[in-house]
């Protein structure tokens, strides 16, 4: 079962909101990612966790906050967003973290649609 | 740097056709090669992947060869069906010392018509 789960798939948000998109896996995996997705383009690393651990920051502002309660859930927390932050948000999983084998495939979820008005 | 090149979409075939879509790359060290797919609406599905040179990725007749030599990873299909329209991501990952990072390409469309 490769699969990692994401919640809410749908989110409008107002830019004084805080709201949380969240992830789960139960693969055993010991590493996270969240990736941002714009229409047409590529998926970017925002984050990734190693062993519950946050172990790049890809220069995210900080109205994004992550946080990995524990090895199978990530969340993201956001506050004070923009217009331009209305994205596809991807969680991602993979088996390895810092030290890990290279050729492990990054798993990612169904992501979370993000509209801020 | 690490970068992906894939070549600019849409790709437009009817089915039935041969399917090439070129990617090329350029890592430090020595990079595992993947490709992804994305369905209209969906997340990321891994297509398959390849560890070391002259490996060869296979999954639902889409296939692809790691080219050390050329740095390529081209995806090919035989026969193409309206089901595999979708945009299709080349990628490497390096291993840094925060975890595995995916590069990826900038994507390419595949529209399949009857």
């Known amino acids: 079962d490769t699969e990692v789960t994401q919640t809410p798939k749908h989110l409008v948000m107002g830019m004084t909101n805080k709201k949380s998109l969240k992830c789960e896996q139960h693969m055993g995996h010991r590493a996270m990612y969240w990736y941002k997705q714009k229409a047409k383009k590529p998926p970017e690393l925002m984050f990734v966790y190693s062993y519950e651990k946050l172990s790049i920051n890809e220069s995210v502002p900080s109205r994004f906050s992550p946080e990995c309660p524990n090895s199978s859930l990530l969340n993201l927390h956001l506050h004070a967003l923009q217009p331009e932050d209305s994205a596809l948000y991807l969680c991602a999983s993979s088996q390895d973290g810092t030290g890990g084998y290279v050729g492990n495939t990054i798993y990612f979820g169904e992501g979370s649609w993000l509209t801020v008005v | 740097g690490n970068s992906v090149t894939q070549m600019e979409g849409p790709v437009t075939l009817s089915e039935e056709a041969f399917l090439t879509i070129n990617c090329t790359y350029t890592a430090t060290g020595y990079p595992s090669l993947f490709w992804y797919v994305q369905y209209p609406g969906e997340g990321l599905q891994l297509l398959l992947k390849?560890?070391?040179?002259?490996d060869k990725g296979s999954n639902k007749g889409f296939e692809a060869t790691y080219r050390k030599e050329t740095t390529s990873f081209h995806l090919e299909k035989g026969s193409v069906q309206v089901s595999d329209s979708a945009v299709y991501f080349c990628a490497l990952t390096i291993l840094t010392g925060g975890g595995n990072k995916l590069t990826f390409g900038t994507g390419t469309q595949l529209k399949v018509e009857l």
């Open positions: 390849a560890t070391k040179a002259d």
